[in-house]
């Protein structure tokens, strides 16, 4: 009986490339170098002096990230397929049989970035990769907000009016730390309306389906022209979308075109636009008790036909990396919706 032949561990990630691995292409696209002194100074590395074990390198770490979010992994599972996947190590940078982050080390990892901002620089810093790259910010904006889900609460009458009053979980819950630290005050349930609104002959709208969702509201803006993410906010599921326009409209887009849903239509909307010399491409609402006049529902279809590129982008989001929310708290559902944004742009580029 003859022995097998074994490849080596270089042709085996040669035989990788040569199938087409997506990370190498990921990695020739993107200058994660460039990231790394805004990731340095998020994560407040120290010089080493003080001694103690070497941190992993940060770049390494936000590529960690980068794929975590690409995949919708928890830490634990993250840690897993780190050592499982040579692809994944290759990128990453890790050798075979070193050391490699568990996950408490990818959780400290991305909440240092969390608490210090450095998420949104990194935004900020990929924006001015896109520009040197020829990729401005061109033909207007279209603005969109999406449902994400979280863990649903459980709390009684009494807990949720303190809930609603702004207290704290440490002060809903004192005397059980445990209770307190497992319960999300910041996420909101929401009513989502879905399906096309359909009208009778007479022009009342007929029944929509409405489901209940608790969690979280991304907002975001993409250019026309590109289709990549601009500028983005997070907010709980019950904030109004209207709202949230000025937060997300990117002053630096080339024309002053702007396209959403009529959910931001309104009044003060529409002078804030008028006032920075931006065009609304809002849609507009059907007369209440009265049929959407025909001239209105065409401007309102070309409207949208513009106005879909947006879903794409969250279809893309939640389909690809399975958006919901697994921790607790606005500012680490910021967090992790801000990195979805951030691997959507670089998927696209």
Do not use: C
Request: aromatic residues 8%; charged residues 30%.
């Amino acid at each position: 009986m003859q022995p097998r032949s074994l490849f080596s561990l270089a042709e085996h990630l040669d035989r990788l490339s040569k199938d087409g691995d997506p990370l190498e292409v990921l990695a020739q696209t993107v200058e994660f170098e460039r990231f790394r002194p805004l990731l340095t100074r998020g994560l407040g590395y120290s010089d080493g002096a003080k001694g103690g074990r070497p941190a992993f390198d940060p770049v390494a770490m936000f590529k960690v990230l980068v794929v975590q979010a690409q995949h919708n992994l928890s830490d634990a599972r993250m840690e897993f397929m780190i050592r499982d996947r040579l692809s994944w190590m290759r990128f990453f940078g890790f050798d075979l049989g070193g050391s490699m982050p568990d996950e408490n080390t990818i959780r400290h990892y991305r909440n240092r970035l969390t608490e210090s901002g450095a998420l949104d620089a990194l935004m900020h810093a990929f924006e001015q990769q896109l520009r040197e790259a020829g990729y401005l910010a061109m033909g207007g904006q279209i603005v969109d907000a999406s449902l994400v889900p979280a863990p649903k609460q459980r709390n009684t009458q009494e807990e949720k009016a303190a809930i609603k009053a702004g207290k704290s979980a440490k002060q809903i819950w004192r005397g059980k730390p445990g209770k307190a630290h497992q319960k999300d005050v910041d996420a909101r349930w929401t009513i989502k309306i879905g399906g096309k609104i359909r009208y009778r002959p007479d022009g009342t709208p007929l029944p929509q389906i409405a489901t209940p969702v608790f969690g979280y509201k991304s907002h975001i803006s993409i250019d026309r022209r590109f289709g990549f993410i601009r500028k983005a906010a997070v907010t709980s599921a019950a904030d109004s979308d209207g709202r949230q326009l000025r937060r997300v409209i990117d002053t630096s887009n080339t024309a002053g075109d702007v396209w959403a849903d009529s959910a931001y239509r309104s009044q003060k909307n529409e002078a804030w636009l008028t006032r920075n010399m931006l065009k609304s491409r809002i849609h507009r609402r059907k007369p209440k008790g009265k049929p959407m006049p025909e001239r209105t529902a065409r401007a309102n279809a070309a409207k949208s036909a513009v106005r879909a590129r947006v879903e794409h982008v969250f279809a893309h989001q939640k389909n690809r990396y399975g958006l919901f929310i697994r921790t607790i708290g606005l500012a680490r559902a910021q967090a992790k919706l801000t990195l979805a944004n951030l691997v959507y742009n670089f998927d696209r580029l």
